[in-house]
Antibody, heavy 119, light 110 residues
Framework: QVQLVESGGGVVQPGRSLRLSCAAS????????IHWVRQAPGKGLEWVAV????????YYADSVKGRFTISRDNSKNTLYLQMNSLRAEDTAVYYC????????????WGQGTLVTVSS | QSALTQPASVSGSPGQSITISCTGT?????????VSWYQQHPGRAPKVMIY???NRPLGVSNRFSGSKSGNTASLTISGLQAEDEADYYC??????????FGGGTKLTVL
């Protein structure tokens, strides 16, 4: 079955960096676009970024553009999110989510990893 | 990249029907038939309930249905059950090749 397992979350000081990972299994990773979606404590879902199946196309939310970088390693079935210049408002649970093949919706989600930006 | 507009809360009694609206613009909801709806229980990851405006994934109850008119999409849940109590989010593809979510609606089953 499809599994997406996020890791790399933790407590980090404002201005510092953190890299999240999302390990995928149970499907042909290299065939799917994958997203990062975040949810601040007690708040709604916010789309963060997407990367195409082959890594050639990347798009970002305005709130993270220039600070976050999405990437993937199809040989390792792993998605990444490099987060630089972190701010308190980046505090959230970060989910990776897989598109359905050829469709534009989040078919499968991981369980999320919590990032807390605090001094 | 403004969030789609949803009511903060809706409520209904068991067996009743409720509808949640999701309003965007011609650059997202109104411009594409790529609206999806997600159910999220506390402490859990979201789960897709409707995709492409009105399609149900395998395993989702036919009590859930979706529609769209202009820049507003809607999710209807009929025959409300206690287990339907959750937060619901709409999402749309956008003209910038990004995605956008609604602010979320808390459904209370009375």
């Amino acid at each position: 079955q499809v599994q997406l397992v996020e890791s790399g979350g933790g407590v980090v000081q404002p201005g510092r960096s953190l890299r999240l990972s999302c390990a995928a299994s149970g499907f042909t990773f290299s065939s799917y676009g994958i997203h990062w979606v975040r949810q601040a404590p007690g708040k709604g879902l916010e789309w963060v970024a997407v990367i195409s199946y082959d890594g050639s196309d990347k798009y970002y939310a305005d709130s993270v553009k220039g600070r976050f970088t999405i990437s993937r390693d199809n040989s390792k079935n792993t998605l990444y999110l490099q987060m630089n210049s972190l701010r308190a408002e980046d505090t959230a649970v970060y989910y990776c989510a897989k598109d359905a093949l050829g469709l534009l919706y989040f078919q499968h989600w991981g369980q999320g990893t919590l990032v807390t930006v605090s001094s | 990249q403004s969030a789609l507009t949803q009511p903060a809360s809706v409520s209904g009694s068991p067996g009743q029907s409720i509808t949640i609206s999701c309003t965007g613009t011609s650059s997202d909801v109104g411009g594409y038939n790529y609206v999806s709806w997600y159910q999220q229980h506390p402490g859990r990851a979201p789960k897709v309930m409707i995709y492409d405006v009105s399609n149900r994934p395998l395993g989702v109850s036919n009590r859930f249905s979706g529609s769209k008119s202009g820049n507003t999409a809607s999710l209807t849940i009929s025959g409300l059950q206690a287990e339907d109590e959750a937060d619901y989010y709409c999402s749309s593809y956008t003209s910038s090749s990004t995605r956008v979510f609604g602010g979320g609606t808390k459904l209370t089953v009375l």
